[in-house]
């Protein structure tokens, strides 16, 4: 991955605006995640989408994520899912981008395991990012006022056209 610095417009470019931040961005309404989603997959982010309200339990949610990024194993748990993510293949141009539709379904039901999936991407992320390979989570919510626990030292920001609760509120 080449450097934001090696961009002379890294300041309007979107994956630079969402990791300013850490990389978890927060969102409520869709139009607004698709139009970012579009962006990411258009700068060479591989993308992979789950419907979080899809999620029954921690095991559900673990092996629909590992079917996403091609895991060797299956049925594994919050810790083995740590590891394997740190040996996800991320591109070198571009990164990876995992869109989180309706988590706070999941994190209303499974609270806790909600925080390490988070405080792993994080992680993870963190990881990558000393090996030059971005990894961005989009999280969508239905809830406009939710507030994730802080993870990885960071908590999660709502995106820049949704940062304002006024914004989020019909």
Request: glycine share 6%.
């Amino acid at each position: 991955m080449a450097t934001f610095a090696d961009d002379p417009n890294w300041h309007e470019r979107l994956d630079w605006t969402l990791l300013q931040n850490g990389c978890l961005s927060l969102y409520l309404k869709k139009q607004i995640m698709a139009e970012d989603v579009r962006w990411l997959s258009s700068n060479s982010y591989v993308v992979h989408a789950f419907d979080c309200k899809a999620w029954t339990s921690t095991q559900v949610m673990i092996d629909a994520i590992g079917t996403a990024l091609a895991f060797p194993e299956t049925n594994v748990g919050l810790d083995a899912l740590s590891d394997l993510m740190a040996d996800v293949t991320i591109p070198t141009q571009g990164g990876l981008a995992l869109v989180l539709d309706g988590l706070d379904a999941f994190f209303r039901a499974n609270p806790t395991d909600t925080f390490h999936l988070l405080d792993i991407i994080v992680i993870r992320a963190r990881m990558h990012l000393l090996f030059g390979r971005r990894l961005l989570a989009l999280i969508r919510t239905d809830d406009p006022g939710v507030v994730f626990p802080p993870v990885g030292s960071t908590q999660a920001q709502w995106n820049r056209k949704e940062w304002p609760l006024s914004d989020r509120i019909a």
